[in-house]
């Protein structure tokens, strides 16, 4: 919501660009430069912008708006707008069993994420003996 401080007594035009920090426009938000008009006597304006949805792990991004009036042309204002990442990875073996034979020297495992991140992600996996044994018939 844009917010005058006092209305004017005079349509106001003014244009909303926006300055990318950690959020790119285009692939985290879309912003083209808004020009809105305020029309006399009202003190706000709300407008829409695009956030993008892309289900990658990541961090909190930010980007800037910057305000000028019709009149000016060094920014009148400035405010930041944070995008809260909400997507999370789980992982999950890719198959509910894997099978080898015994002379091949090891078996591939492949897990599975839900998302792609932008950070690494360290998995623990263990053991558990159900008709093979541990230490004999394969290195845990």
Do not use: C
Not at 46 to 68: A, K, M, Q, T
């Amino acid at each position: 919501v844009l917010v005058l401080s006092n209305p004017s007594s005079t349509d106001m035009n003014v244009l909303i660009s926006s300055n990318d920090n950690t959020a790119k426009n285009g692939s985290d938000y879309i912003v083209i430069p808004l020009h809105l008009t305020l029309q006399a006597g009202n003190s706000e304006r709300s407008f829409n912008i695009i956030i993008v949805d892309d289900n990658v792990f990541e961090v909190n991004e930010e980007f800037d708006f910057v305000l000028y009036t019709d009149s000016s042309s060094s920014p009148n204002g400035t405010t930041t707008v944070a995008i809260i990442d909400d997507d999370r990875v789980s992982v999950n073996f890719s198959q509910p069993m894997f099978r080898t034979d015994e002379d091949s020297g090891a078996a591939q495992i492949w897990l599975m994420f839900s998302n792609p991140s932008s950070f690494n992600i360290s998995v623990q996996v263990h053991t558990e003996d159900i008709n093979a044994t541990g230490g004999v018939d394969y290195d845990p």
